[in-house]
């Protein structure tokens, strides 16, 4: 069971003291979060730069299509002689038109559209890869701000209740039935107390420091991340109902680094296949308009087709040690995919076992606050009967709040790796529909 984020103070019971009511075993699914992820993973500089790497491979696709059309050129010389040239007594200028199209290049242009494509699908990879993991840190930053303003709400229920007791010990030392040491353990304990709250309000604005850092007007949005009108989900509605293996399947299936790899690896396959294309001559047809002659004077146009080919092994034979290196590279791809794999599983399993084990510590530590409740109700009555100490009654009030604090630290660690598991496994686009916590 988990603990809401609603008070857990309540002095409709026993006005005296201020002794805790019993938790509600719900859990809180703010609004704020899915809006926040929808805004990192679309406004983020990281997110804009990649948007334009990828465009930009798009644009080298198109330039690799048009490889499979003639390729038009355009040339115009004009030649001046100090001394007579035989070689030059015709026009001075020549223009030529030019219209090339390769006829077999043993693979080249499809290397190199399987390059572009490639190339495309890294990037691609990429920004699903940036977009994610913008998404886990605003996940935990987000995290870190509802938990401290939940452990100030606790605190300021707790400094109540130690305030409560100062003027009860106060009062009974004005009347000569305690110890003036005993009033200043209480007030010590207060402000212990408010020490803690300041402590736990600290937090909170180093988290939405760091929250702004991903979402620059996370803290202005007009929302409220603890409402009393929030949808709120029991633990079963949350619960991890899939066994481990389904959620390493489908974290290995929608991993954008593994697919980057992947893609990585097809991009250096293409690379070998291009520069094994270019051991195998090329073939071209070339059609050629030429206006005016260097040699002849008054020459007509000349229309002329030429075929041919070329190839070339590179500087010596420089071209087999390219290739020897190209498909190094592959392997070593292929190691780094065997590796991701590795740190993907780690990560999914680290979050399942966390998630798991949090769940079934949370009854405990339920059990823990009712225990510390009905014990610091007891203590505070058996001071009154002499049977227990001013010491008593001020340790079982502050196991108490700390009780109710381990269950908020619980819960929000258990809240974060089902958000982490469901990211990871499923996407940020499952986080804006509010599926993930």
């Known amino acids: 069971m988990l603990i809401s984020a609603q008070p857990l103070y309540s002095n409709a019971k026993d006005p005296e003291f201020g002794l805790v009511a019993q938790p509600s075993v719900f859990s809180t699914v703010s609004p704020l979060l899915p809006l926040l992820l929808q805004k990192v993973t679309a406004e983020h500089p990281q ?13 080298d696709l198109k330039v690799t299509q048009q490889a499979y059309w003639p390729t038009p050129s355009i040339s115009m010389e004009r030649v001046q002689t100090q001394s007579p040239d035989p070689a030059y007594t015709g026009s001075p200028q020549v223009l030529s038109f030019r219209l090339q199209q390769p006829l077999w290049t043993g693979g080249r242009l499809t290397a190199q559209s399987d390059k572009a494509i490639a190339t495309q699908a890294i990037e691609h990879a990429r920004l699903i890869e940036i977009q994610q993991g913008l998404a886990l840190k605003t996940l935990q930053a987000w995290m870190e701000v509802v938990m401290a303003q939940r452990q ?99 974290s290995l299936d929608n991993s954008p680094l593994i697919r980057r790899l992947e893609h990585v690896a097809q991009l250096q396959l293409a690379e070998v296949a291009e520069k094994r294309a270019a051991l195998q001559p090329e073939v071209y047809v070339r059609a050629e308009h030429q206006r005016g002659n260097y040699t002849y004077a008054n020459t007509p146009n000349t229309n002329r087709v030429f075929v041919g080919f070329s190839a070339s092994t590179g500087a010596g034979f420089g071209l087999s040690y390219q290739l020897a290196a190209l498909q190094n590279k592959h392997d070593g791809a292929l190691q780094e995919i065997v590796a991701a794999r590795r740190s993907v599983l780690e990560a999914v399993q680290s979050d399942f076992l966390n998630a798991n084990a949090r769940q079934s510590k949370a009854e405990m530590l339920l059990l823990n606050l009712e225990s510390s409740q009905e014990i610091q109700a007891a203590w505070e009555r058996q001071f009154i009967n002499g049977k227990k100490t001013w010491i008593d009654v001020m340790n079982a009030a502050r196991e108490t709040s700390q009780a109710e604090l381990a269950v908020i630290e619980n819960e929000m660690a258990w809240l974060q790796s089902i958000g982490r598991l469901h990211i990871q496994a499923h996407g940020t686009p499952l986080a804006y529909a509010g599926s993930a916590p």
């Open 47 to 59: 997110v804009q730069s990649q948007i334009q790497n990828l465009q930009a491979a798009g644009m």
């Open 152 to 250: 100030q709400q606790v605190l300021e229920k707790s400094e109540t209740v130690q305030t409560q007791l100062l003027l009860k010990i106060t009062r009974r030392a004005e009347q000569g039935l305690s110890p003036l040491n005993e009033v200043n353990y209480a007030n010590l304990r207060l402000v212990q107390v408010r020490q803690d709250r300041f402590n736990a309000l600290q937090q909170e604005n180093q988290a939405w420091i760091r929250l702004s850092q991903w979402v620059p007007e996370a803290k202005s949005l007009d929302l409220k991340l603890i409402h009393p009108n929030i949808q709120m989900l029991t633990l079963d509605g949350l619960a991890l109902k899939q066994a481990l293996p389904h959620w390493e399947t489908i």
